[in-house]
């Protein structure tokens, strides 16, 4: 028998570097056994082995896993998807691993509680925070994390989720950044956290059906707070408080500001509107029909530079205009009047009751200059930047409009 046969039947060689294995391939044999017995440990139920054993296993497996490739960390991912005893640090590694590895803890691993959920939002990839809104019953505190990460496509899973639970601050960011993503507002106005000051800002840059929802669901005709501060009304007109006035006339029932006819060159409001149907809408033309309306210059400006259109409705019915003058109006703005952009409007003016349009009309109008609104805080950064040169007056206006 030659040298070479005896040694390959020689029982104490079999298996050994010098039967022909590679030092680098014991290595790896030894680390894959390794990793699956730590692995056993690990995922070895509470009633087997103590806890202390299994976190020491956990500490050594995820110093492994850091040296080792996608496959054996997936492997890993696999054994403790159901896991929910599993050691948290080694769970968080694995869950910002590269997306498909990540996905199989992600998606319903119990273990993983709010801390750990926003710290996976703030240093994962887009995807980990699509996974991350997708899981059941998401909380405020995770919400607030995926907003505030400013991910479009995390916000569209989150809203898309019917068991997360959003806070007042990441509908305000949402809401803010649905500015630039198109896909969210449809989805926003879905929500029952949405509040009337939140979708009346974001109806400017909505879709024409989710304006027309808009204006449906959130609109209300003021009847409780009328009746609660209708005896403030009597004793008002004396008091030289601003904020009360202002504050006021979100509430009051008159529209139409009657003392403005004294400063306009038109007897009333429609008359001022047929005018403009013939000369259009200029400057002075735009600033009589706002005094007149009861309404900012700047409010009707936004309503006239709308591209849609909704907002002349809203204007003409809260100010108690005949179909007509939403017409003449439509003329001034030297719009076509045989499109779909008037019937989709006039559809808007007639399903709108008076008294809600006065409520939106108002709201809009008291955002301006309100000392805080929930689309001031919704701003952007350019606002935040222009804070130091700039009043409230100037700075609540450039959060609603984006100007």
Same mark, same amino acid.
């Given at each position: 028998?030659? $040298?070479?046969?005896?040694?390959?039947?020689?029982?104490?060689?079999?298996?050994?570097?010098?039967?022909?294995?590679?030092?680098?391939? *014991?290595?790896?044999?030894?680390?894959?056994? &390794? &990793?699956?017995? @730590?692995?056993?440990?690990?995922?070895?139920?509470?009633?087997?082995?103590?806890?202390? $054993?299994?976190?020491? *296993?956990?500490?050594?497996?995820?110093?492994?896993?850091?040296?080792? $490739?996608?496959?054996?960390?997936? @492997?890993?991912?696999?054994?403790?998807?159901?896991?929910s005893q599993a050691p948290k640090r080694l769970l968080r590694f694995l869950a910002l691993d590269v997306p498909h590895v990540a996905q199989l803890l992600l998606a319903d691993n119990k273990a993983f509680d709010d801390a750990d959920l926003c710290h996976i939002v703030e240093h994962g990839q887009s995807a980990h925070r699509v996974y991350v809104a997708q899981r059941r019953e998401i909380g405020p505190a995770v919400a607030s994390a995926i907003a505030e990460s400013g991910d479009p496509l995390a916000m569209k899973a989150l809203l898309e989720n019917s068991q997360s639970r959003l806070s007042d601050r990441s509908v305000e960011l949402m809401v803010a950044a649905s500015r630039d993503a198109p896909a969210l507002p449809p989805l926003l106005i879905q929500r029952e956290e949405v509040r009337p000051a939140h979708a009346l800002a974001m109806f400017w840059w909505s879709g024409p059906f989710e304006r027309q929802h808009i204006l449906l669901r959130f609109s209300a005709e003021r009847t409780l707070l009328i009746d609660m501060c209708g005896d403030i009304f009597s004793y008002s007109a004396t008091d030289p408080d601003p904020v009360?006035?202002?504050?006021?006339?979100?509430?009051?029932?008159?529209q139409r500001d009657r003392t403005a006819i004294d400063r306009s060159p038109h007897d009333s409001l429609e008359a001022a509107i047929d005018a403009a149907a013939v000369i259009g809408i200029t400057p002075e033309a735009l600033m009589d029909i706002a005094a007149l309306s009861g309404v900012k210059a700047s409010t009707a400006e936004r309503i006239c530079q709308d591209p849609g259109g909704e907002g002349l409705a809203v204007l003409c019915k809260a100010t108690g205009l005949k179909r007509q003058y939403l017409r003449a109006l439509w003329t001034a703005l030297r719009r076509p009047e045989d499109g779909p952009d008037f019937t989709r409007v006039s559809q808007a003016y007639e399903t709108i009751a008076v008294a809600k349009a006065q409520t939106v009309l108002r709201y809009w109008n008291w955002s301006l200059s309100a000392a805080f609104s929930p689309e001031a805080a919704a701003g952007r950064d350019d606002i935040d930047a222009d804070l130091a040169e700039l009043g409230l007056e100037d700075v609540v206006p450039r959060a609603v409009f984006g100007r």
């Open positions: 028998m030659s $040298d070479r046969s005896s040694l390959a039947e020689s029982p104490g060689r079999q298996g050994g570097a010098s039967a022909g294995v590679s030092p680098a391939a *014991a290595d790896g044999f030894a680390r894959r056994s &390794l &990793l699956r017995r @730590l692995m056993d440990v690990v995922a070895l139920p509470s009633s087997r082995g103590n806890i202390q $054993d299994r976190a020491i *296993a956990g500490d050594l497996l995820l110093e492994i896993l850091v040296e080792s $490739d996608v496959a054996a960390r997936e @492997l890993c991912a696999r054994r403790l998807q159901e896991m009360v006035r202002k504050v006021l006339q979100v509430i009051e029932r008159r």
